[in-house]
C-alpha cells in the first residue's frame, strides 16, 4: 500500500472504538444498578484486556497477519475451525447491525414523535432495511470515507454525547434531584436474574480483534498497534462505565432497551417534553451509531476474502471493484441482514420491541462467543506448541502469566454462553418462552451453518481447485 493511504493513529484508533463502543447498551447496562460497575470492571480487566493481548500477539505473529481471526485459528487448530470461527465473527455482525439499527429507529421514533417507525413492525422493518443498504452503498467508495465517517462519528456521535450527559448529570444531582432508587437499592455485587446480563456487558468490549485486518493499513504498525489496543481498553471501560451509571441513577422505573438513553437525556434537559436540546442529543447518538454500523460493514469481509483465495468460498466473492471493495460479499451481507431483520421484527414479538432487541443483543453475544472460545484455545496451542514463533508484540512475563490471562478470558466467555440462557429482566414473565425458543434455535442453527457448509461445499470446491490448478492468489 502507498504511504499516502496509510491510515493515522487516530484514524485507526477512531475505526477500532467505533467497532465496540456501545451507546445503545446503556439502557441494558443500568437495569442492574451498581452491578453494572462489577460487571465492567469485571469484563474489561478479565475479558477485554485478555483479547486485546491475545490479539495483539497473534496478530503480529510470524505468518499470522494474513486473514485475521481465520489464521489465528486455522494455522494451530485446523483449517475447518479457523473458517467456523471467521463465519461466526462475520456472522454476528449480521444480526448486530439489526440491533444497533433498533436502537437508531427508536432514537428518530422519539426525537421526531413518530411512534409508529418503532411499534409498526412493517414500518421499523422498512427503516431498518433502509438504513443498513444505504449504508452498504455508500462502502462501495472503499474504507477512506469508512475511515473518515468513524473518526466524526466517533467524535461528535458517541464521546460527546457522553460527556454532555455526564455534565448535565452532575448540574441535575447538584440541583436537588435525587439518585434513582435502581441505583441506590441495587447491589454491587450481581443477584438472581441480574447474573444473566454478563452476555451484555462482555458484547461492550466485542470487537477489537476485528481491527487486525487493518493491521498491514496503520502507520508504525509494529509499535503502534499493541499501544492503541491497551490504550482502548481504558478508553471503553470508562465509557461504558460513565454511560450505563448515568442512564441507571436518573430513569426510575423499568427502563427501555431502545428508548433508555433519550429517556435520560429528556428527564436531564427539559423534563415532560423533548426539547431541541434532547433532539440535537439524539442526531448525535443517532450519527454515531450510524458510524459504527459503517466500520462494521467492510471489516470482517476481510476475512471472507481471504478464505475465497483459499478456495474456501467461490473466488468470485473475493473480487473486488476499483476502490478496492468486495461487492458480491457486501451484496450477499445485506441480503442475510435482511432476512435476520424480518425474523427479529415479526418473530421475537409482535411489536419487535424488548424482546426483539434483547433476543438480538444476546444472539449476537452467542455467535461471536463461539468465534473467541475457538481464538482462546487456539492461543493456548500457539502458546504452549509453537514457543519459536517469532512475535512482533509478546504478552510480558512468562509461559504461566500468558496462560493465566488466556485463561481468564476463556473462562469468562464459556460462563458468558450459559448465562445468555437466563432471561435478563427486561424480559416480562410472559415473553421469556418466546425469548429463550428463539435464542436457542438461532444458536444451534448459526453454530452448525459453517460446519456443514465446510463439509459440503468447502472441501470438495478446494479439491476441484487444487487439481486443476485455479487459486487467486
Sequence with gaps: MNKSRKMSKFAFFSMTASLFITVYEYPTFASTGKALIFFLLLCGLGWFLPVALCSAELATAEGYQE???????????????????????????????????????????????????????????????????????????????????????????????????????????????????????????????????????????????????????????????????????????????????????????????????????????????????????????????????????VSPTEGLQFAATKNLLPKKLGQKNSNDVPVRILIIQAIVVSVWAALLTFGASSSGGNVGFQTAISLTVLIYLSAYILFFVSYFVVLLKHKELKREFSIPGNTFCKALIGGIGLVISVAAVCTAFIVPTTIAESDSHVYLMSLSIGFVVTVAMPFVFYRFYSVPNKKRNEEKGVSLE
Aim: aromatic share 12%; net charge neutral; glycine share 10%.
Design 67 to 297: 486473514g485475521g481471526i481465520y489464521s489465528w485459528v486455522g494455522k494451530p487448530l485446523g483449517e475447518k475451525y479457523g473458517f467456523a470461527a471467521l463465519f461466526f465473527q462475520w456472522f454476528q455482525v449480521t444480526v448486530g447491525f439489526v440491533t444497533m439499527i433498533y436502537f437508531i429507529v427508536g432514537t428518530l421514533a422519539y426525537i421526531l414523535k413518530i411512534p409508529a417507525i418503532n411499534e409498526d413492525p412493517l414500518f421499523k422493518f422498512l427503516t431498518v432495511i433502509g438504513i443498513f443498504w444505504l449504508l452498504t452503498l455508500l462502502q462501495l467508495k472503499g474504507t477512506e470515507t469508512t475511515a473518515k465517517l468513524a473518526k466524526y462519528g466517533f467524535s461528535i456521535g458517541i464521546v460527546l454525547p457522553v460527556i454532555v450527559l455526564l455534565l448535565l448529570t452532575i448540574k441535575y444531582f447538584m440541583t436537588g434531584h435525587a439518585i434513582s432508587t435502581n441505583f441506590t437499592d441495587s447491589s454491587f455485587i450481581p443477584k438472581g436474574k441480574n447474573i444473566g446480563a454478563l452476555t451484555s456487558f462482555v458484547l461492550a468490549y466485542m470487537g477489537v480483534e476485528a481491527s487486525a485486518s487493518h493491521f498491514s493499513d496503520l502507520e508504525d504498525a509494529k509499535n503502534s498497534y499493541p499501544k492503541l489496543l491497551m490504550l482502548l481498553v481504558v478508553v471503553g471501560i470508562l465509557m461504558s462505565t460513565i454511560g450505563g451509571s448515568i442512564v441507571s441513577m436518573v430513569l426510575s422505573g423499568t427502563i427501555s432497551s431502545d428508548e433508555g438513553v433519550m429517556d435520560t437525556a429528556t428527564r436531564l434537559v427539559s423534563s415532560g417534553h423533548v426539547g431541541w436540546g434532547v433532539k440535537l442529543i439524539g442526531f448525535l447518538i443517532s450519527f454515531g451509531i450510524l458510524a459504527q454500523v459503517s466500520s462494521w460493514i
